[in-house]
């Protein structure tokens, strides 16, 4: 005796729910992916600028300094070249540390990118994987007895009927 008409049609509809829900799982993950990239591009964008424009700040700083130097009668030399050198190191160091943080920022994020694209890849291989199992159930447990149908059972039992 096959499988009865109710057991048949859940495990059809558990196979294309498991199979709908791997799919949207990939599709979203996907879309996480494509989120999260975005987010790194534009905060890379984003840092450079801000290091672009504290570069020209610290530089316009570096300039008043120099002029007021100048204007008092202090000539660029000794203490006052160390205080514009100091200046321009810290100003340097300050840009190479927004643009490693932006970096930084940007990369854990791409790192994100790329486990939400993985979680959804496993989600459709999964979805796929109870999808075959569920047809697998409906072939193998066939006979409705609970036994798998390979046939030899068939076969034994026929010959002792």
């Known amino acids: 005796m096959g499988l009865n008409i109710m057991g048949t049609e859940t495990l059809i509809i558990m196979g294309a729910v498991s199979l709908y829900q791997g799919i949207a799982a990939n599709a979203e993950g996907a879309a996480k ?27 316009g700083f570096k300039a008043e300094q120099s002029v007021q130097f100048l204007k008092s009668g202090v000539k660029l030399t000794g203490s006052p070249l160390d205080i514009l050198d100091e200046t ?9 540390a927004i643009r490693a943080s932006g970096e930084a ?26 999808a075959a199992s569920a047809g697998l159930q409906m072939g193998l447990y066939g006979q409705g007895t609970g036994a798998v149908n390979t046939g030899f059972n068939n076969q034994v039992q026929g010959d002792y009927d």
């Open 88 to 96: 321009s190191r810290i100003a340097s160091e300050n840009v190479s």
């Open 33 to 59: 992916a494509r989120m999260l990239k975005s987010q790194a591009e534009l905060l890379r964008i984003e840092n450079n600028a801000a290091a672009g424009r504290y570069e020209r700040e610290a530089k």
């Open 105 to 130: 920022g940007a990369t854990s994020l791409e790192m994100q990118a790329v486990n939400a694209a993985a979680t959804g890849r496993r989600a459709l291989i999964g979805g796929f994987a109870n």
